[in-house]
């Protein structure tokens, strides 16, 4: 079975804001006609329910709890790790290693531009910096300078809208 966990954005008054309205990252309204957004809300097919008023806490929790579906966690295994790994080590975002990231690239385009997406309350894309440190055993690509807004089907796909 396949789990849905739609985000959806509320005013005060616990009316619905429209998918076409944008607000500033703390929910100040962009839309002439908008009170703006109070709380953000996802609701799981299997009745799990957050909501709070920062919208990127609520789609982090939300992805968390995806993945914490068993067919969704061993999709995941089978997408993200070339050999089997503990469970534990890839449902979590600040989990992804290097064989991981190697892994979701080794099919692309090698001339295919990669951007950052950051921050789904005000979505934009980043350069990534050519160089790669190790350090305390971690490996950091800088963020070299902002490029524009994210396309809407980026944010779409990544349920950010």
């Not at 957004?37 to 799990?48: E, K, L, M, P, Q």
């Not at 894309?125 to 160089?131: D, K, Q, R, S, V």
């Amino acid at each position: 079975m396949t789990f849905r966990a739609p985000l959806t954005n509320h005013h005060a008054d616990g009316s619905l804001c429209p998918a076409g309205h944008k607000h500033t990252s703390s929910g100040k309204p962009l839309h002439t006609d908008c009170p703006g957004r109070a709380y953000t809300r996802a609701v799981c097919s299997c009745g799990w329910k957050k909501e709070e008023s920062g919208k990127g806490y609520v789609n982090e929790c939300r992805k968390r709890h995806l993945a914490s579906h068993a067919e969704g966690a061993e999709r995941l295994l089978g997408i993200l790790t070339p050999h089997p790994v503990p469970l534990s080590e890839v449902l979590l975002p600040q989990y992804l290693t290097v064989g991981h990231l190697l892994r979701q690239l080794q099919d692309l385009d090698p001339g295919l531009p990669i951007r950052l997406a950051i921050n789904p309350d005000f979505p934009f894309t980043h350069y990534l910096g050519a160089e790669i440190v190790v350090r305390d055993g971690k490996a950091f690509i800088a963020d070299d300078g902002q490029e524009g807004y994210l396309p809407p089907s980026v944010s779409d796909a990544l349920a950010w809208a």
